[in-house]
T-cell receptor, first 116, second 111 residues
């Protein structure tokens, strides 16, 4: 299994809603990531988990809250989002041997989020 | 009208021709480079990577060339097919720093 699976594929939410994005991998990878991608732009790093511990937070607003329940799962909890948060949210994983800095990332297909 | 920054550089090639997508990187300390392909509605898909101790690496129909002197990376696709149409991103990294993605190039393959 060489896949990173993300659910849901599409999500529409209001600014007062609470929702969660989910990501799962069964490749035995120890580093997992959340990226945000706007249309026609490259992915932007949000968070990195290394061995189930948060190792990087790229100054992301607190309305985004990551969680890593175990080495295979990664969640992103969303609360009180703004319309400008509408984007494709990508999960990725990597082996973790290099602590995520210099190795191949495997991406999921993403969740297309629209905030109304 | 269209806003500045919403245009991706575009390379248009005829089916069957070879494609060359270029990428200039900024950090002379970068020692790992990777190319991703992203089709509409999908996540980036790994194509090929190269470390700085090499200047060329070949895969199936793809070749990555690295010129450290001028900080330039290129992706060559042989016999380009309609299924190669996508946005291609290069990324650079080094120990202690996360991968940094370039702006992307759209490849359009004309039948």
């Amino acid at each position: 299994d060489t896949e990173v699976t993300q659910t849901p594929k599409h999500l529409v939410m209001g600014m007062t809603n609470k929702k969660s994005l989910k990501c799962e991998q069964h490749m035995g990878h120890r580093a997992m990531y959340w990226y945000k991608q706007k249309a026609k732009k490259p992915p932007e790093l949000m968070f990195v988990y290394s061995y189930e511990k948060l190792s990087i937070n790229e100054s992301v607003p607190s309305r985004f809250s990551p969680e890593c329940p175990n080495s295979s799962l990664l969640n992103l909890h969303l609360h009180a989002l703004q319309p400008e948060d509408s984007a494709l949210y990508l999960c990725a994983s990597s082996q973790g041997d290099r602590r995520g800095t210099n190795e191949k990332l495997f991406f999921g297909s993403g969740t297309q989020l629209s905030v109304l | 009208g269209e806003s500045v920054g919403l245009h991706l550089p575009t390379l248009s090639v005829q089916e069957g021709d070879n494609s060359i997508i270029n990428c200039a990187y900024s950090n002379s300390a970068s020692d790992y480079f990777i190319w991703y392909k992203q089709e509409s509605g999908k996540g980036p898909q790994f194509i090929i990577d190269i470390r700085s101790n090499m200047d060329k690496r070949q895969g199936q129909r793809v070749t990555v060339l690295l010129n450290k002197t001028v900080k330039h990376l290129s992706l060559q696709i042989a016999a380009t097919q309609p299924g190669d149409s996508a946005v291609y991103f290069c990324a650079e990294g080094n120990a202690g720093n996360m991968l940094t993605f370039g702006g992307g190039t759209r490849l359009m393959v004309k039948p």
